[in-house]
């Protein structure tokens, strides 16, 4: 079975930073494009950012400049997220694209 695992959420106070990971399990993915996404509570989930095989990124409005995705040679999917804000607040689901595959969620808390 192929799972992906995440880590790294936590609770950061507003212009903190904090650093998602997100590791494949039981298989490597190489050609598929990885996303992140959040939903807080009340909210749909939405889109964060994305990253293709080739490294290509794209980010939502809401984090442009602020968030960075990126994947290394094992496939582990990073979310480096920098000058927090509350709005931030939510469970971080890591995402293969067009594939049922999901992580389980990370909650990120920013709070002073």
């Known amino acids: 079975q192929v799972q992906l695992v995440e880590s790294g959420g936590g609770l950061v106070q507003p212009g903190g930073s904090l650093r998602l990971s997100c590791a494949a399990s039981?298989?490597?993915?190489?050609?598929?494009?990885m996303g992140w996404y959040r939903q807080a509570p009340g909210k749909q989930r939405e889109l964060v950012a994305t990253?293709?095989?080739?490294?290509?990124t794209n980010y939502a409005d809401s984090v442009k400049d602020r968030f960075t995705i990126s994947r290394d040679k094992k496939n582990t999917v990073y979310l480096q997220m920098n000058s927090l804000k509350p709005e931030d607040t939510a469970v971080y689901y890591c995402?293969?694209?067009?594939?049922?595959?999901w992580g389980q969620g990370t909650q990120v808390t920013v709070s002073s």
């Open positions: 990253i293709t095989s080739d490294g290509s």
């Open positions: 039981g298989s490597i993915i190489t050609f598929n494009a």
């Open positions: 995402h293969v694209l067009r594939s049922p595959l």
